[in-house]
């Protein structure tokens, strides 16, 4: 079946640093799944960070970078230089066939 | 903007009794979804629903009842809990399928505790 494999958290990165949060994927039942970021902040709901629908393309949103490669089946999340506010666990997901499959999550904690 | 407001925040039942964990949305979102989250694990979709008096099953639906009677609201049942499916309980709403690249909205979520 389709799933959805990231990083494996907590990651730890100081202020101002460069972060990856890895996302790898692999889509049975669809050609060409839309991908997602979600973000969770504490205290708030699950939120959209950003989306890419097409191969190839890259997504963007709050300094975020998420680029969609069909070839190496990942959909990587890189920011250069995170803030503190960026604390939050982030999810990959894939848009298969009638649902979103979910990756399992990846907390971020920023050292100050 | 619009809100999905789940109730109650924490479910607290004995194991073997029936729960309902409640979703309004005022988006005016046609389809809502009921999510499930372990912890340290990714969503799993339990039912979703297209519009009014739909109901669709997801991957998780076994043990779970749900009901749309009307726009804005999807109720989620557990027909007897049990101790292993302690959980968080996410409530989401789009405005058509998620997976066709439709942004969800989700509320806060909902912890079932059993004891």
């Known amino acids: 079946g389709d799933s959805v494999t990231q990083t494996e958290g907590p990651v730890t990165v100081s202020e101002s640093e460069s972060l990856i949060i890895n996302c790898t994927y692999s889509a049975t039942s669809i050609a060409y799944p839309n991908l997602f970021w979600y973000v969770r902040y504490p205290g708030e709901g699950l939120q959209l960070l950003l989306k890419v629908i097409t191969a190839g393309q890259k997504g963007s949103s709050r300094g975020f970078e998420a680029t969609y490669n069909k070839e190496t089946t990942s959909f990587h999340l890189q920011k250069a230089s995170v803030q503190e506010s960026d604390s939050a666990v982030y999810y990959c997901?894939?848009?298969?066939?009638?649902?979103?499959?979910w990756g399992s999550g990846t907390k971020l904690i920023i050292k100050p | 903007g619009g809100i999905i407001t789940q109730t109650p925040k924490f479910l607290i039942g004995q194991e073997g009794q029936k729960l309902t964990l409640k979703c309004q949305q005022n988006f005016n979102h046609d389809t809502m979804y009921w999510y499930r989250q372990d912890s340290g694990k990714g969503l799993r979709l339990i039912y979703y629903?297209?519009?009014?008096?739909?109901?669709q099953k997801g991957d998780l639906s076994e043990g779970y009842d749900a009901s749309r009677e009307k726009k804005s609201s999807f109720s989620l049942t557990v027909t007897s809990a049990q101790k292993n499916e302690m959980a968080v309980f996410l409530c989401?709403?789009?405005?058509?399928?998620?997976?066709?690249?439709?942004?969800?909205?989700f509320g806060e979520g909902s912890r079932l505790i059993v004891v």
């Open positions: 629903s297209i519009t009014e008096n739909d109901l």
């Open positions: 997901a894939l848009g298969s066939n009638y649902q979103l499959i």
């Open positions: 989401a709403s789009s405005t058509d399928r998620g997976y066709s690249g439709n942004t969800l909205y």
